[in-house]
């Protein structure tokens, strides 16, 4: 039998030179059509249906065509911007572990690779079979969209075409990133894996790190998350920025003026994707064939692999261990030798597993212990580093000509907590900040001691946050341990905190607020007190109330005596704080003209006061007010000796008076 | 022309090809055979540029395969384990290989229908393993291949089957001048349709000729020696030697007159030259390299 016959070209060959392969795109799109069919029903729940709903649902009923358009443009804009980013996060992995999944497995590579078209020419057509895929359903979604909103009478163009550039913008972003991470590895359920680990890597690390050194750093409680690792953490950055804003209309009874923000961040990460597929293509172009089925399939990547797993399960995992057992077995502060101890371990153990995983095999610690030993020394070299402070972040304060704000929080009897501007000021607590760090030493002598509660010690604590005219911050919070002699020695840091404390520029700042010092408008006031039931059933709260003509009184007097330095007295003197306080909270309310509240009136807020028999001006104007006529104001201690008896003997203490009438105050 | 120059390559520093050459003359069948581990199936996954070699020089045709799609297209490949898409009939992946290879021929794709008794419309998962084996024929001889890589081909076959597909080989390499290198273990079908044979071991191809000088190298004496002579005389260059009562059969690497004369000093009783076959040569060449049948006591 003779079965030759005449050859006959294909007429469906798309061979262009091992290029761009139409053949492998149509294939693409029948062959994983469950995937994009899912993508596409998702946004067209999301969009046309809901808007569907919306606009001719039950809800729509009665609702003005404005209030329709504008709650149709919140609800489309909210989809995109948040439902977009979710889309692009679960389907950006899953379209590129659906479409490189030949990369896997050795039979498939062997079928593809042995195919007449290059490797570039593979790459881009799976590549762009995905960008097809979610386009389509993006563009069938826009379009659908449009038309509901069309045949409602609420389309604008401009909320769909935003909607249109979150959506495809993080897919494009996601699917290429998740592209990339294909290209490294050949077992298809680390795609997923890499791409978890890498989008959240930055964030993670630089909080354990963060974390270790503020564990052995005197002062140091981590440097906040820089911009950086927020752009190295896309999916955070993006959830961040990507937002819907909106005015509230009090005449429509919803919100409107729906406009996004952060588009230009999308924009960034959609550029960004492209660039992800560039490299890609790149790394698609060395990978080799037999790699399919390796954990890592590019050399010097199998390297940062293992230290890479190994610095994670230290970081993490060893420092994790730490706190967990050390905790338990010492009390005292932290132990540099154990936290290095637990981190060596667990990077170890990470090391061997990294090496297991890409040799596939358990014998891997004959042959790879200078790699395990290399990266327990760097592992010690860093904790080194750190305990030896090299960066010089302990001793640093910064310049006052780089301050822009100093955000100052001090604990001690009462919580003290301003934002400060004032050079002279924030010189100030540069020298207190400067005079903690030079008794370091002693502080964390003290600390080791305050856990066998030593009597003659007390503490407290500061927090100073500078924020710097180039846009970061410097952080630092000091638990301080002195004792009742040392507030009163000149030459202490409790000391120079004490008498800090008690400047009017820093009381008005924490007592007063930037919105009420500047803008606001005393409304009233009222002050609380604890009265006792004469019958031994036990004790209930009252108030008196100030109208806006009293509590100005009120408010004038605490200022003069702001400015006289009555405030912040005894901060740091618990017992004086106790004889010398009054239990008896002032609290004044006000209104900030020009910002309105949610329910459309004028923003509301107060301020707590708590005073002492210092301050002789407020006890002048509350007596004023007619306010403690037949009534004595307690002081903490009046009150504590007052709760040692019995209910039984109380008696009639002090009546008050206030907008709503006098107020007796019993107490046993 | 295939020709592979000195090619290495190492996977994780094991040298699974250590300088292999070889040479398939054009419109010839090459039979590549050798032991597992040899490196056959690495050696023609480079020829089908699947591989990239370390070192060496593969070309086909005077070009290099190595992303050369327009060489590739006139390339089919029946790797030793066939890779379809999981939901694809036959028809399926009929449509995808025509969209690869500009060649593919629907005309010869519809003729080898009568051939191969495959449901079209059935997944290839389906199949019975010598089914999806005759699947692979089926597409990879519609794609009209000017070179012919096959790798334990008819492994799965029926040998009526088997018949079949050698003779569609065969009519392609008389009536096209297909070049054809094969891979197999299944040396008596090799012996009936290879002109050239390699053998390879551990990277390297040991020795490559046509059959004919294969078998004009290496000679199968059987020998009766006078009275008194029981062993065979050590000065005989002698790849093995058996005994079954006084017929002793040699083995040597020479031609048969010279092995004759060799003999003929001992003034032997009997003397008788028999051709060996491929498994034969294939058997005691490797032998050399100490790869023989071992007496194994269990």
């Known amino acids: 039998m003779n079965w030759e016959v005449p050859t006959m070209r294909s007429k469906t060959s798309s061979f262009k030179g091992g290029g761009f392969s139409r053949t492998l795109l149509g294939k693409n799109l029948t062959r994983f059509w469950p995937l994009w069919a899912v993508y596409t029903a998702a946004w067209l729940i999301m969009g046309p249906l809901m808007q569907l709903m919306l606009l001719s649902g039950a809800s729509a009923q009665g609702r003005t065509q404005q209030r329709l358009a504008a709650d149709a443009a919140g609800q489309l804009l909210n989809v995109g911007t948040k439902g977009g980013l979710w889309m692009g996060v679960i389907f950006g992995c899953l379209f590129a572990m659906a479409l490189f999944s030949y990369l896997c497995s050795p039979r498939a590579t062997g079928l593809m690779h042995a195919f007449p078209i290059r490797r570039e020419g593979l790459f881009v057509t799976n590549y762009l079979s995905g960008v097809a895929a979610f386009l389509g359903a993006d563009v069938l979604t826009l379009a659908l969209t449009a038309a509901v909103q069309g045949a409602a009478g609420v389309l604008v163009w401009k909320n769909l075409l935003i909607w249109f550039a979150c959506a495809a913008g993080m897919m494009l972003f996601f699917y290429s990133f998740a592209v990339f991470c294909a290209m490294f590895t050949g077992q298809l359920l680390a795609i997923p894996a890499f791409y978890v680990a890498l989008n959240g890597l930055a964030a993670g690390v630089n909080t354990l790190v963060q974390s270790f050194a503020s564990a052995f750093l005197y002062g140091y409680t981590g440097g906040g998350t820089p911009a950086w690792v927020r752009w190295l953490t896309p999916a955070w950055k993006l959830g961040r920025d990507v937002n819907t804003n909106s005015t509230w209309s009090s005449r429509l009874d919803t919100n409107i003026n729906y406009r996004v923000e952060g588009l230009e961040s999308v924009a960034v990460y959609a550029a960004a994707g492209l660039a992800f597929a560039a490299l890609a293509l790149l790394v698609c172009r060395v990978r080799r064939s037999e790699t399919a089925g390796d954990t890592v399939t590019v050399g010097w990547a199998g390297k940062l692999f293992r230290v890479g797993v190994s610095v994670c399960c230290a970081l993490s995992l060893g420092q994790g261990l730490y706190y967990l057992i050390w905790n338990q077995l010492s009390r005292g502060g932290n132990s540099l030798t154990g936290i290095l101890a637990c981190m060596v371990f667990l990077g170890l153990v990470g090391y061997f597993a990294a090496e297991m995983l890409l040799r596939k095999s358990f014998r891997v610690f004959r042959s790879s212990w200078k790699g395990a030993a290399a990266v327990t020394a760097a592992l010690l070299i860093f904790g080194a580093c750190v305990r030896a402070d090299v960066t010089g972040v302990v001793a640093r304060v910064p310049a006052a000509s780089d301050i822009r704000t100093l955000i100052v929080s001090v604990g001690g009897q009462n919580y003290c907590s301003a934002g400060i501007r004032d050079p002279e000021l924030i010189e100030k607590f540069r020298e207190v900040h400067r005079a903690v760090i030079g008794e370091r030493e002693t502080m964390q002598q003290r600390e080791k001691r305050s856990y066998a509660a030593d009597a003659d010690q007390q503490n407290s604590w500061i927090t100073l946050e500078y924020q710097l005219k180039n846009g970061s911050s410097v952080r630092r919070n000091y638990e301080i341990y002195y004792t009742p002699d040392e507030v009163k020695d000149a030459g202490t840091a409790i000391s120079k905190l004490a008498e800090l404390v008690t400047e009017p520029a820093f009381q008005r700042a924490n007592l007063l607020g930037t919105f009420l010092e500047q803008q606001g408008r005393i409304t009233g006031g009222e002050m609380s007190f604890t009265a006792y039931r004469p019958s031994g059933s036990g004790a209930y709260g009252d108030y008196a109330a100030f109208d806006a003509a009293a509590a100005q009184q009120l408010y004038d007097a605490l200022c003069a005596d702001i400015d006289q330095g009555h405030f912040g007295v005894n901060q740091f003197d618990q017992d004086r704080w106790d004889q010398e306080t009054y239990s008896n909270n002032l609290t004044l309310y006000y209104s900030i003209p020009g910002r309105e509240a949610d329910g459309g009136g004028k923003e509301m807020d107060s301020i707590n006061v708590e005073f002492s028999v210092r301050c002789t001006n407020l006890r002048a104007a509350l007596e004023k007010t007619g306010a403690l006529n037949g009534a004595v104001l307690e002081t903490y201690a009046q009150r504590d000796a007052w709760n040692g008896k019995a209910p039984a003997e109380a008696e009639t203490h002090a009546v008050i008076g206030g907008a709503d009438g006098p107020t007796e105050i019993l107490v046993d | ?298």
């Open chain 2, 1 to 298: 022309m295939i020709e592979v120059k000195n090619v290495v390559k190492r996977f994780d520093g094991f040298a699974a090809l250590d300088g292999a050459t070889l040479t398939v003359p054009k419109g010839g069948v090459y039979g590549l055979v050798g032991p597992n581990g040899a490196g056959k199936t690495t050696l023609l996954r480079h020829l089908t540029g699947i591989f990239r070699q370390d070192a060496g020089e593969i070309l086909i045709g005077g070009e290099p395969v190595w992303e050369n799609p327009a060489l590739k297209a006139r390339m089919a490949v029946i790797p030793d384990d066939w890779y379809y898409f999981l939901q694809a009939t036959t028809a399926d992946m009929m449509r995808f290989y025509r969209g690869f290879y500009p060649q593919f021929s629907m005309e010869r794709y519809n003729r080898l229908r009568e051939a191969f008794a495959i449901d079209e419309k059935k997944t290839i998962r389906r199949l019975s393993k010598g089914m999806q084996k005759q699947a692979a024929f089926w597409l990879t001889l519609s794609c009209m291949p000017d070179y012919l890589i096959l790798d334990e081909p008819v492994d799965g076959l029926d040998p009526v089957m088997r018949r079949q597909v050698w003779s569609l080989v065969m009519g392609d390499v008389a009536e096209r001048g297909t070049t054809v290198l094969v891979s197999s273990h299944n040396l008596r079908e090799l012996e009936d349709v290879c002109d050239h044979v390699g053998i390879m071991d551990r990277g390297k191809v040991l020795l490559e000729r046509s059959l004919a000088q294969l078998q004009d190298n290496m000679v199968k004496l059987q020998v009766v020696f006078p009275d008194g002579v029981t062993e065979v005389p050590p000065e005989l260059p002698v790849l093995h030697a058996s005994r079954i009562g006084r017929i002793h059969t040699l083995i040597m690497r020479m031609g048969a007159r010279e092995a004759e004369r060799l003999v003929a000093q001992y003034s032997p009783l009997l003397v008788d030259a028999v051709p060996l076959t491929l498994e034969e040569i294939f058997i005691y060449e490797l032998g050399g390299a100490d790869y023989a049948v071992k007496d194994i006591v269990l």
